[in-house]
């Protein structure tokens, strides 16, 4: 049956991404992956907290 991937098959696709990418670009593919997770989160965080002012903006006017 087919699974997820064990031990020595992960090892095997790393050397294989390693040999498409290079070690340069997979730290910099990494990189932007992690800005855009980053940027990802702060725009839900972003989003409750003008959902929050909102109402509060309504109820000055």
């Given at each position: ?17 390693v040999?498409?990418?290079g ?39």
């Open positions: 049956m087919l699974g997820l991937p064990r031990g020595s098959e992960w090892i095997v696709i790393l050397v294989i991404v040999l498409l990418f070690p340069g670009r997979i730290g910099k593919i990494a990189g932007e992956l992690g800005r855009s997770i980053k940027s990802f989160r702060e725009g839900l965080s972003g989003g409750e907290e003008e959902k929050n002012e909102k109402p509060e903006e309504e109820e000055k006017k």
